[in-house]
């Protein structure tokens, strides 16, 4: 089946911009969840998605939000982008039956560059 | 969330056993050890995940001692294409419902011909 999607690929922003990333889960999962990877702070954790509702908060401003829609997609907004914005943003997509420890299945990331 | 110790890098040679150990003293009760592996400019891959005692895949080993305290990643006979970062995680909890996987630095695996 397919992998999980991310949209786009490569990016670049212009201080002060906002900018919106898209991430199709592999079909069937329901929770979405999004990372931002930076050299100096390596892997964080902004949010993750469940069922259209954000269930879970990483440590970021609130100029990074998110939302998931019916069919689990999800999309990621960063408003006022400043030069640290700059990153590999990852989405990663895992089924949530309740029942058992499931994997998360990341996309290849969205390269955003803030110049 | 427990916190995990891992090398930051490690070099090896094609075709050699590789053990990645990692620590994580404050391991909970109902949580698992998970291991990905992340090469440049791509999203991570799990590799395996364990409990306790030993799991074996078609691509690796997990060793885990009774106390929980430690775990070791066991890559066979490593080639050229294992070249990554490799981490390991603490898998949050099912009962407490989080899903944030808590990264750390991980160990940059070279593997030189």
């Known amino acids: 089946k397919a992998g999980v999607t991310q949209t786009p690929r490569y990016l670049i922003k212009t201080r002060g911009q906002q900018v919106t990333l898209s991430c199709s889960p592999i079909?069937?999962?329901?929770?979405v969840s999004w990372y931002q990877q930076t050299p100096g702070q390596g892997l964080q954790f902004l949010f993750e998605y469940f069922s259209e509702t954000q269930r879970n908060k990483g440590n970021f401003p609130g100029r990074f939000s998110g939302r998931q829609f019916s069919n689990s997609r999800s999309e990621m907004n960063v408003s006022t982008l400043e030069l640290g914005d700059s990153a590999l943003y990852l989405c990663a997509s895992s089924w949530d039956g309740g029942l058992r420890h499931t994997e998360a299945f990341f996309g290849q990331g969205t390269r955003l560059t803030v110049v | 969330l427990a916190k995990t110790t891992q090398p930051i890098s490690m070099d090896s040679y094609e075709g050699q056993e590789v053990n990645i150990t990692c620590s994580h003293n404050?391991?909970?009760?109902?949580?698992?050890i998970t291991w990905y592996q992340q090469f440049p400019s791509q999203g991570p891959r799990f590799i395996i995940q364990?409990?306790?005692t030993k799991v074996t895949n078609e691509v690796a080993s997990l060793f885990i001692p009774a106390d929980r305290k430690s775990s070791t990643l066991s890559l066979p006979r490593v080639s050229l294409s294992d070249t990554a970062v490799y981490y390991c995680l603490v898998a949050p909890s099912m009962d407490t419902g989080r899903r944030a996987l808590t990264f750390g630095s991980g160990t940059r695996l070279q593997v030189q011909p």
């Open positions: 404050n391991i909970a009760t109902n949580d698992y």
């Open positions: 079909s069937g999962h329901r929770s």
């Open positions: 364990g409990y306790k």
